[in-house]
């Protein structure tokens, strides 16, 4: 059985910073695409960072939204099975509830929802300005 935990959310002010950590279990080494994505009250679900496990290193092969780039960082620690999200200057705007996913990319990963099958529980960051 495939879990997801994450872990790290909180209450910031702007400018601050915050670590989210999630940690896999059960995970198929087939599941080569984890992202963290983002949820604020009454929108949409967007992705903020992801990763190609496959492409290997602590950096992977890596991409971001524009909204977040430059100031978030998303790395992993294969040993842990754990992805991190570390994000710096944090806005206001960037208040929501924090998901972390995996899903399989043959080619390659994508911010795309529909590409993940697993998601954590979400974890919930609040920026104050």
């Known amino acids: 059985q495939v879990q997801l935990v994450e872990s790290g959310g909180g209450s910031v002010q702007a400018g601050g910073s915050l670590r989210l950590s999630c940690v896999a279990s059960g995970l198929s080494s087939i599941n080569n695409c984890r992202a963290w994505f983002r949820q604020a009250a009454g929108k949409e679900r967007e992705v903020g960072a992801l990763i190609n496990t496959a492409s290997g290193g602590i950096g992977g092969g890596t991409g971001y939204a524009d909204t977040v780039k430059a100031r978030f960082t998303i790395s992993q620690d294969i040993a842990r099975n754990t992805i991190y999200l570390q994000m710096n200057s944090l806005k206001p705007e960037d208040s929501a509830t924090y998901y972390c996913?995996?899903?399989?990319?043959?080619?390659?990963?994508?911010?795309?929802?529909?590409?993940?099958?697993?998601w954590g529980q979400g974890t919930q960051v609040t920026v104050s300005s």
């Open positions: 996913a995996t899903g399989y990319g043959r080619v390659g990963c994508d911010g795309a929802p529909s590409r993940y099958n697993y």
